[in-house]
Every structure is written in structure tokens, then in C-alpha cells.
């Protein structure tokens, strides 16, 4: 039997305020794989990248870092519910750390939770109810900022003249990287109807699949 309606609680306006369904939570997890295997791939660009600049080869992981930002708006974006964008970033986080072997150990995965967070808090600001370019560039920005002081801590950058030039690179590769990419990914996405079951599609003028009760 198929129920008519969603119900109330369960409107597209009010579902960030329902648990995930299994179809949700399968799409966070997709989402934080398939990114943990492509945050990889950017650590490769990364060293390449270092090796390429020469001396000022340290600062080639500022320039790159918006790209490890990706997940979390990309989750948001999708299923518009609080908290999707940190889970991503962590279960991304681990991937690298359990299956990749990433040399940050479990550290990488509280850096992830941080860069989720300072991800979201700009959605989280909006309710979950604005998702313009200016709302994902400052998804990139915060989510660059906030894990920045972090790593600024472990890697003994505070006191270095280095610090604010460190500080400004990531934030603008956060911007374009982490936020504005995001954004375009988001469209690209939609544009192939592949996204028309989540939220995503029904606010863009589609409906939530009717759940089937047996």
C-alpha cells in the first residue's frame, strides 16, 4: 500500500527535523567514500605540488586545501539536514586514515570534524534554507579558517611572519576550492536528475518519494 502524503513532519520544510532514512544515510556514506579516495588523490597533487615551488614548497598545501573541503557542502547541499556535512567529512576523514593509511593518523579525523563544522555553519545560519553561491563561499572560507588554527597549533606556526600570509592563502582556496567548486558540482549533479529523490530536487520543484508501508 502506498501512503497518499507524507506527513507532516516529514514535508520537505520540516524533514531536517526527522531522523536521516536508510536512503540518506547511504548517500553520506557514498558521498564520504568516494571523497576519501579523492582527498588522496589531492595529498598526490599536493607532494607534487610542494616538490614543483621549490623553497616556498611549504606553503603549497595552503594553495590545495579548499579541495579537502568538498564533501561537506556537497552532503549539505543535497539533503539540506544539520550535521550531514560534518558526518561526511569524518567518514571521508577515516576512509583516508583506516584504508588509505594517511600519515596524520587519527588526528586527521578531528581535523575533518573541524573542517566540517566551520563547512556547515554558514547553512546552519541560514536554516538550511539558503544555498547561493555567496552561502558556499562562505561555507569554503569558514571551513578553511576554523581547522586553520588547529593545524596552526600542531605544526608550531604561531609566532612565524608566515602565519597571516598561511592564514589568507587557505581561506581564498577554501573560497574557490571548498565553496564556489562545490557549488558548480552541486549544479552539475542536478542537471542529471540524479539528485531528484533527495531534498535537492524537491526544492527545486520535485517531490520526496512517497515511502511504501507493507
Do not use: C
Amino acid at each position: 500500500m502506498t501512503a497518499p502524503h507524507l506527513a507532516p513532519e516529514e514535508e520537505p520544510g520540516s524533514r531536517r527535523r526527522t531522523p536521516l532514512t536508510l536512503r540518506e544515510l547511504v548517500l553520506v556514506v557514498v558521498l564520504g567514500v568516494v571523497f576519501g579516495f579523492l582527498y588522496w588523490v589531492f595529498v598526490q597533487a599536493w607532494n607534487a605540488l610542494a616538490i614543483a615551488m621549490g623553497p616556498a614548497g611549504d606553503l603549497s598545501q595552503h594553495l590545495v586545501f579548499g579541495s579537502w573541503l568538498l564533501v561537506a557542502p556537497i552532503a549539505i547541499a543535497i539533503l539540506r539536514r544539520p550535521g550531514v556535512g560534518i558526518l561526511a567529512e569524518m567518514l571521508a576523514g577515516t576512509i583516508e586514515v583506516v584504508f588509505l593509511g594517511s600519515p596524520a593518523g587519527p588526528l586527521l579525523i578531528l581535523s575533518a570534524a573541524l573542517q566540517g563544522l566551520g563547512s556547515e555553519l554558514p547553512f546552519a545560519l541560514t536554516r538550511y534554507r539558503r544555498y547561493g553561491w555567496g552561502v558556499f563561499a562562505a561555507s569554503g572560507a569558514l571551513g578553511a579558517g576554523l581547522v586553520f588554527f588547529w593545524t596552526a597549533y600542531r605544526m608550531g606556526w604561531y609566532g612565524q611572519d608566515l602565519l597571516t600570509i598561511r592564514l589568507g592563502i587557505q581561506v581564498l582556496s577554501g573560497i574557490v576550492l571548498g565553496g564556489l567548486l562545490a557549488k558548480v558540482i552541486v549544479r552539475a549533479l542536478e542537471r542529471t536528475g540524479v539528485l531528484a529523490d533527495f531534498a535537492i530536487g524537491a526544492a527545486s520543484g520535485g517531490t520526496i518519494p512517497e515511502r511504501r508501508v507493507r
